[in-house]
T-cell receptor, first 109, second 117 residues
Framework: DAKTTQPPSMDCAEGRAANLPCNHSTISGNEYVYWYRQIHSQGPQYIIHGLKNNETNEMASLIITEDRKSSTLILPHATLRDTAVYYCIALNNNNDMRFGAGTRLTVKP | DAGVIQSPRHEVTEMGQEVTLRCKPI?????LFWYRQTMMRGLELLIY????????DSGMPEDRFSAKMPNASFSTLKIQPSEPRDSAVYFC???????????????FGPGTRLTVL
């Protein structure tokens, strides 16, 4: 599976959109981009995933560039409860999910 | 559904003792995963099962670690003998997606915090 690169930390003001970038320049054509988050002391939680097209669900939006070498997770109206570590994972059609260091997002009042 | 259930939530033991961690996956899920999380190494996949069969155990650190899944509703991760460097949070996760599909949402349990003195 392709390696992903994320900034180690980011801040966001409460109520504003949080845009979390991820680079996956070596991603192959059949690898999906998955996003999980881990709130302190809890297990990771699935957020969203996509292949080529942009995706949206009740939690977030995922924007994937046309060349698929990077993506952005958007939390449209961040709340204090969105403070967490966010993991971007490039995953083939298997179950071997490898978590990197992720981005620690802090939402500030 | 109660989600993925892990027990115990906390375990403190002495070096050399046997430790058994337990997991009950979400009913109907056919894949089960064991992860370990430490500050130094982050979140690591140890082993995963599909339909109760171990598929990839390359993440199991050494022979002291073993995992079993005797049926679709129960799995154990055993450490024997335990060492202080095994101290970590151990997560179990389950998934209903099959390899070869695009849907691979894993549902994680609350974890077991293991401390080996």
């Amino acid at each position: 599976d392709a390696k992903t690169t994320q900034p180690p930390s980011m801040d966001c003001a409460e109520g504003r959109a949080a845009n979390l970038p991820c680079n996956h320049s070596t991603i192959s054509g059949n690898e999906y981009v998955y996003w999980y988050r881990q709130i302190h002391s809890q297990g990771p939680q699935y957020i969203i995933h996509g292949l080529k097209n942009n995706e949206t669900n009740e939690m977030a939006s995922l924007i994937i560039t046309e060349d698929r070498k990077s993506s952005t997770l958007i939390l449209p109206h961040a709340t204090l409860r969105d403070t967490a570590v966010y993991y971007c994972i490039a995953l083939n059609n298997n179950n071997d999910m490898r978590f990197g260091a992720g981005t620690r997002l802090t939402v500030k009042p | 559904d109660a989600g993925v259930i892990q027990s115990p939530r906390h375990e403190v033991t002495e070096m050399g003792q046997e430790v058994t961690l337990r997991c009950k996956p979400i009913s109907g899920h056919n894949s089960l995963f064991w992860y370990r999380q430490t500050m130094m190494r982050g979140l690591e996949l140890l082993i995963y099962f599909n339909n109760n069969v171990p598929i990839d155990d390359s993440g199991m650190p050494e022979d002291r670690f073993s995992a079993k899944m005797p049926n679709a509703s129960f799995s154990t991760l055993k450490i024997q003998p335990s060492e202080p460097r095994d101290s970590a949070v151990y997560f179990c996760a389950s998934s209903g997606g099959l390899a070869g599909t695009s849907y691979n949402e894993q549902f994680f349990g609350p974890g077991t915090r293991l401390t080996v003195l």
